[in-house]
């Protein structure tokens, strides 16, 4: 299901929301707009509650919008733990999620003509409440913070921690979620519902291979693709996208976007969906690296260091927070990190640089994909062309015009290749290679294997990236080629990257 377009949202001061009219329920007793506000109001003050003045403001302004509504006098009672049926109505008209959905609990007499059902329906349709949740929807329990954070996230399609993010500026993260922390989150979440009428307000070049880009909101999940963005960020100057734009966690419209190298001072013109122009100043602030070392006999790797200021955008941008775990980091303002500053490595997809060896001719190498930043390290790694190795004994310096390195050579030295010790068939296209060891890396990445089947067929696999659990790899069959059942392959690697464990097959099903 689609969103529809989010309702304009409008900034509001305090003194504006203290007027404004609390909407009442309607499981609730009816009563006048002026009698409600002044419910309210009093509510608020007789009970000597403490609410933050941002709660407050929230909890007043989602009432105007008719998203939050009173009690019988009302009241909106911002320390009372918020329902899961509370919790379905605000999220649905917050988000602007599309009505829609079988009625899921249709057939339970407790729930038939009660005011909650088309927004849990709606709820449940978008994927806010699992698969189970009809059966078990209880309408009067707590909703806790994670839960909360959960179904914002889905509802926005972002990220937990963003969600999490926000919210802890009024919870602790932990226990039942409150109406007006609620209130506070879903003011945020309103400005970071997806449209596709999201414009730049700002262009700011980063370094020199990134630029920082902020909307008016988040683009679209199409629109954020690599195939889209291409052909909606255009720029002058010979600059093209490299990547897809990617959403930093925790912020509600700022992007980090990949282009080729910028020139410093230079200045630049930004075109998007050929309607909106916007022009910026190029960097060209270098990316440290710390230092090279060889990785394989074809593979070299770069370090940069987050105690040294560099952190590679894997750990700060939305769509890998979840994946990250403890390593995901939520900036702050400028790009801070516990008011540090830090330079962000952007998408290294497509880039190259230069390997010399001592006395010897440059060599152009190219950068492995997916491997920038694993295993909590970062590390890209850089690929000789095929049928090239480094020479034991040679030192070779690594150079590019996009980074600089502090240690920045290395002497290559004989590294034994790794070792396969089984594969195993998943289905008629895909196989798991196993190594005698945990790699410890993604050292598996563009490599293939081929497999020679007893009946005289031939068949590649190559290894699928960021699939390795441990020391086991998934390999997908190339080609449109599948594994026959009843025949057994004999497995070897493609190239000198591995090595087998004697003989390796495979007996397909």
Do not use: C
């Not at 304009?8 to 506000?37: D, E, H, N, R």
């Not at 994927?127 to 009809?134: I, M, Q, R, S, V």
């Not at 960020?233 to 910028?262: E, M, W």
């Amino acid at each position: 299901m689609m969103k529809r377009e989010p309702r304009k949202i409008a900034v509001w001061t305090l003194a504006a929301a203290l007027g404004a009219a609390a909407i009442v329920p309607g499981y609730a007793s009816a009563a006048s707009t002026t009698a409600a506000v002044s419910a309210a109001k009093a509510n608020f003050a007789a009970a000597d509650v403490q609410v933050d003045a941002a709660v407050e403001q929230a909890m007043k302004q989602l009432a105007q919008q008719g998203v939050m509504q009173g009690y019988e006098n009302g009241a909106l009672r911002p320390n009372q733990p918020l329902t899961q049926a509370e919790a379905a109505k605000l999220l649905v008209l917050a988000l602007d999620l599309e009505a829609g959905g079988q009625d899921a609990l249709s057939g339970q007499a407790e729930h038939q003509g009660k005011w909650y059902v088309s927004y849990v329906n709606t709820a449940i349709a978008h994927g806010l409440f699992d698969a189970t949740a009809a059966a078990k929807f209880q309408p009067n329990k707590p909703v806790t913070e994670p839960e909360l954070a959960a179904m914002v996230a889905k509802g926005l399609e972002r990220d937990t921690l963003s969600v999490r993010h926000w919210l802890s500026g009024a919870a602790d993260g932990k226990g039942n979620a409150t109406r007006g922390e609620t209130a506070r989150l879903l003011v945020t979440a309103e400005q970071s519902v997806r449209s596709a009428e999201a414009k730049i307000v700002s262009v700011k070049a980063l370094d020199g291979i990134a630029l920082e880009v902020t909307m008016s909101g988040p683009m679209t999940l199409a629109d954020e693709t690599i195939e889209k963005s291409a052909e909606t960020f255009k720029f002058d100057g010979g600059v093209t996208i490299v990547n897809q734009p990617r959403l930093k966690t925790g912020s509600v419209n700022a992007y980090i976007v990949p282009v080729t190298k910028l020139e410093e001072g230079k200045s630049y013109t930004l075109t998007y969906k050929g309607e909106q122009t916007i022009s910026f100043k190029g960097n060209g602030e270098l990316i440290r690296f710390n230092s090279a070392s060889q990785v394989t006999n074809d593979t070299f790797e770069v370090e940069a260091l987050l105690s040294e200021g560099v952190v590679d955008y894997g750990y700060v941008i939305s769509a890998y927070a979840g994946g990250r775990g403890a390593d995901a980091l939520v900036l702050e303002e400028g790009n801070t990190y516990q008011g540090k500053p830090l330079q962000i490595i952007s998408s290294l997809r497509n880039r190259t640089a230069v390997l010399t060896p001592e006395g010897g001719q440059p060599i152009n190498v190219s950068y492995v994909g997916y491997t920038q930043s694993t295993d909590g390290k970062q590390e890209p790694k850089f690929r000789l062309p095929a049928g090239t190795k480094l020479e034991a004994g040679v030192k070779y310096t690594v150079s590019a015009n996009w980074f600089q390195v502090a240690n920045a050579s290395f002497v290559a030295k004989d590294i034994a290749p790794l070792t396969i010790v089984s594969a195993q068939q998943t289905d008629a296209k895909t196989l798991t290679v196993t190594l005698a060891q945990d790699p410890m890396d993604e050292l598996f990445a563009f490599r293939s294997v081929t497999l020679k089947g007893a009946d005289g067929s031939t068949l590649t696999a190559q290894y699928r990236v960021q699939t390795r659990k441990g020391a086991v790899g998934i390999f997908d069959v190339m080609n449109g080629g599948e594994l026959k059942s009843g025949v057994t392959y004999t497995v070897t690697p493609v190239g000198t990257w591995a090595v087998n464990a004697g003989e390796v097959t495979l007996a397909a099903k």
